[in-house]
């Protein structure tokens, strides 16, 4: 592993993050429930470990069991500047969005470059953006 991975903790939301996660990035993903990595401190179909497979964003997560503090996201973004085609970039800034919340507008801004923000439905606050023309 050449970089830090982020790792979310979700209330038993961690199979819908990681499907969509994995959608909006055009890639699969992989999850292993508390039965079978034999926890009992949660439901048995729980993620007890779950990750993207292939894709061009790493992400793992799983659910909390018991009283387990959950994700939450304060004055952190998740930068994806120039990270694929401008086109690509729109396609997933547009996929994040989908049912959570735009802060910026990807747009081009008046120092030359185009970003936008979107806080997604599962918390995750994203920068995303690239430099020149679509």
Known sequence: MTAPTPYLHLPGTARAALASYAEVFGCGFAAHSFADFGRDDGPADAVAHGYLVDGPVRLFAADV??????????GLMWSLLGTAAPATLHGWFTGLAAGGRVVADLERRPWGASDGQVVDRFGVHWLIGFEGDE
Do not use: L
Not at 65 to 74: K, L
């Open 65 to 74: 069991a018991g009283d387990e503090p959950v994700f939450r996201s304060a």
